[in-house]
T-cell receptor, first 114, second 109 residues
Framework: SAVISQKPSRDICQRGTSLTIQCQVD?????MFWYRQQPGQSLTLIAT?????????ESGFVIDKFPISRPNLTFSTLTVSNMSPEDSSIYLC???????????FGPGTRLLVL | AQRVTQPEKLLSVFKGAPVELKCNYS??????LFWYVQYSRQRLQLLLR??SRESIKGFTADLNKGETSFHLKKPFAQEEDSAMYYC???????????FGAGTRLAVHP
């Protein structure tokens, strides 16, 4: 399976600021996803990062709040904009290959907003 | 709406006891189903998927379409099985995993 890394691994941010999280894969993958895991809760899909086009967002998530880039088949970024304490979560990226249904997850980015 | 239910937040057993982590789903058709596991201080990882019909680390899961269940079982729990377990059906055609709330398994010596 692919080796997936995320940067930063954790951060503490002030409200009103923005943080960009990077997801890097060691091989080309077709699908990349971004999830959020709020404290004590399960994972919720934010969006599917599409290479060369706009991300596909799930209900309750909007591009202005969570802009996503995917410039190539090995890299994606998620920005958490204008942060509030409610954005304190673990953010995870996952990947899947062409025709594959199994997703593999990065280590996550733990974000605390004060 | 498509839903997945893991009714137990915590399952506590002694080493050597049988384990069953419950998962029920409400999907039409034949969903692809996964169990993911997260050990302490490790990333989320795939445990097994129903289509492969494998036994991983002694765990098995059978899809029961009549009961719309995909319970995870192991006949003899080990301390190293202590972890958070998530049932996750795949939303057909969209590669979207829908995660259950998760069950924390605690295996005591």
């Amino acid at each position: 399976s692919a080796v997936i890394s995320q940067k930063p691994s954790r951060d503490i941010c002030q409200r009103g600021t923005s943080l960009t999280i990077q997801c890097q894969v060691d091989s080309q993958v077709t699908m990349m996803f971004w999830y959020r895991q709020q404290p004590g809760q399960s994972l919720t899909l934010i969006a599917t990062a599409n290479q060369g086009s706009e991300a596909t967002y799930e209900s309750g998530f909007v591009i202005d709040k969570f802009p996503i880039s995917r410039p190539n088949l090995t890299f994606s970024t998620l920005t958490v904009s204008n942060m509030s304490p409610e954005d304190s979560s673990i953010y995870l990226c996952s990947v899947a290959g062409t025709g594959e249904e199994t997703q593999y997850f990065g280590p996550g980015t733990r974000l605390l907003v004060l | 709406a498509q839903r997945v239910t893991q009714p137990e937040k915590l399952l506590s057993v002694f080493k050597g006891a049988p384990v069953e982590l419950k998962c029920n789903y409400s999907y039409s058709g034949s969903p692809e189903l996964f169990w993911y596991v997260q050990y302490s201080r490790q990333r989320l990882q795939l445990l097994l998927r129903h289509i492969s019909r494998e036994s991983i680390k002694g765990f098995t899961a059978d899809l029961n379409k009549g009961e719309t269940s995909f319970h995870l079982k192991k006949p003899f729990a080990q301390e190293e099985d202590s972890a958070m377990y998530y049932c996750a059906p795949l939303s057909g055609g969209y590669n979207k995993l829908i995660f259950g709330a998760g069950t924390r398994l605690a295996v005591h010596p």
